[in-house]
């Protein structure tokens, strides 16, 4: 098989030495697919266009003499090409995805229909705001019922994702404290070993110093030594709820009294909103800051399905240094508040920190999103949130038998298990989970959280039926067994079914070969 610059096969090979090798480099429906600058040529492309006739050359000499090298196919073999790279990815159409933390939940249909309508899926972003009052209104109602389930004053819709989102409650801390006069002394935010890798970068970001809070053996914030490290230098802790082992944080409101008693401020990770939405308002607990995941908590597709959306939620106190743009109603009609400036004269979010995007959000997120909260209503809302902890528990009840829960006692809305019950098989976490490749399924998330050897962290969400989630609980506790039984070798081999086995990830990541070279010129 010959291969290109960047290792992949382009042509059919003629020497098949295993059982397992096919001429084409196929196997059976999994077709090898070359790049489309191998397989085309631009001579061989579908469309002719007349050259022009009596059109003077007003290029001023500048005419490209030579091709770009651009590949050219029929029409068919275009779809083709486009249709089975799509299909190389693996999607929550597809089957469970069970990455814990990143809740991967189904996408509604109804929910793609509507943020497809050509009044929402055309509008220009600079359009006049007069002409686009209902997409105005979409946002202002979005942003009005972020804030009841929340029980917040203030959100702010622009940021673009949660690491967004984290960024726009930071500075909003840091422009409170700054307007306190005390940026020069708080430096320091606490966040939990456990936390996502997102939180302490933010702080890093923000010019903070960041110090771990450590866990009680529940899995939970010890308050006790969260106490400890509490002091006038503190802006501020960043503390998610439920928290990154899927377990709620009991001592939520005295940690939020604590720290609000030692004059910082409570961000809240709200990535895991979508196990207590329409259950706790975050702003009962003392929160003063949270994101929430649109793409997580409220189904609008993310990974490699479309991109994400992190409205802001903000307590009184952070309020006045909300980010522009923001829309306010004023008799009947929408406006856009678009600077720092304009928020001034509006005396709302009077303190600005400014613009933190180009533009308004994620449009085509707010109206799924929207979707999905009407489309379920207030009892829905809670009920999918009680179904996605129930979903759990009963992940979390079938997997004990084999596997090793981390923590004692109940999860939320994911099922976190260590590598205790692969001691002395030779199998390793990440084994276990290429041998699930095999079986057909996503592996779950591994190694996260930090806290937790071998963590294997499981989230079915609400949209897996009982039957799907026995099926995944059967394969998992079938390879639990393979590997006590001694079936290291197995699993070390895994996948073997996959067009591709072990890739070197770390390599991928740190030398990426993302230019193609002709092989010419190779
Ligand atoms: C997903 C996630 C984030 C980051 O959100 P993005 O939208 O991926 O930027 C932060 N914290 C936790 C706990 C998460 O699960």
Redesign the pocket.
Known sequence: MTMNNQGRPTRAGDVMTTQTETFTGNKALQIEEALIFETGDFDGTGVDLPEPEGKADRLGGLKRESRIGLPGLSEPETMRHYVRLSQKNYAIDMGPFPLG???MKHNPRLNEKLARLPGFADLHPLAPQSAVQGALELIDELAFWLKELTGMPAVAMSPK??????LCGMMAIKAALEARGEIATRIRVLAPES?????PATAVQCGFKVENIPADKTGRVDLAALKEKLGDDVAAIMV?NPN?CGLFERDIRAIADAVHEAGGYFYC?G??FNAIAAKVRPGDLGVDAM?I?L??TFSTP?GGGGP???PTVLSEALAPFAPAPFVVRDNGTYHLIESRRAAKAEGEAAASIGRLTAFHGQMGMFVRALAYMLSHGKDGVRQAAEDAVLNANYVLARLKAEMTPAFDGYCMHEALFDDRFLKDTGVETVDFAKAMIDEGYHPMTMYFPLVVHGAMLIEPTESESKGELDQFCDALLSLAKRARAGEADHFRAAPVHAPRRRLDETAAARKPVLRWTPPAAQ
């Not at 994702?161 to 984290?166: D, I, L, R, T, V």
């Not at 936390?195 to 939180?199: D, E, L, Q, S």
């Open positions: 933390s990143c809740t994702a949660g690491a967004h989102g984290e936390a996502h890798g997102t939180n998610t990154t990770d990535a895991n994101h995941n793409h997580k993310h994400g959306s992190g």
